[in-house]
């Protein structure tokens, strides 16, 4: 059983915006800090934003910082990324993760479970 299952992915033209929703599957992953990662057609996989168990702590990426906003709701136990003014370069796979401790990392080895990934696809 997958432990993530990921959501809201499609295709949307540039300067567009789509909402990712990272929901656990079969466990809570309470105290667990989660994170968006993704990889394009080509390249390796990719940090692009992080949340601490509290969500008082935030990480992002360069690339999409002022663009993407990364939330989550304990209470439903879902994770989401806001993704705002999307770009041709960030079509991609993009999957969620979720690490057992409460403090977020970009590294993408700190991460032990992982979904399936949803695709991105922005048109010019």
């Known amino acids: 059983q997958v432990p993530l299952v990921e959501s809201g992915g499609g295709l949307v033209q540039a300067g567009g915006s789509l909402r990712l929703s990272c929901a656990a599957s079969?466990?809570?992953?309470?105290?667990?800090?989660r994170g968006w990662f993704r990889r394009a057609p080509g390249k390796e996989r990719e940090f692009v934003a992080a949340i601490s168990w509290t969500g008082d702590v935030t990480y992002y990426a360069d690339s999409v910082k002022g663009r993407f906003t990364i939330s989550r709701d304990n209470a439903k136990n879902t994770m989401y990324l806001q993704m705002d003014s999307l770009k041709p370069e960030d079509t991609a796979v993009y999957y969620c993760?979720?690490?057992?401790?409460?403090?977020?990392?970009?590294?993408?080895?700190?991460?032990?479970?992982w979904g399936q990934g949803t695709q991105v696809t922005v048109s010019s």
């Open positions: 079969g466990r809570t992953f309470s105290g667990f800090a």
């Open positions: 993760a979720a690490r057992n401790r409460g403090d977020p990392t970009a590294t993408m080895t700190g991460y032990g479970y």
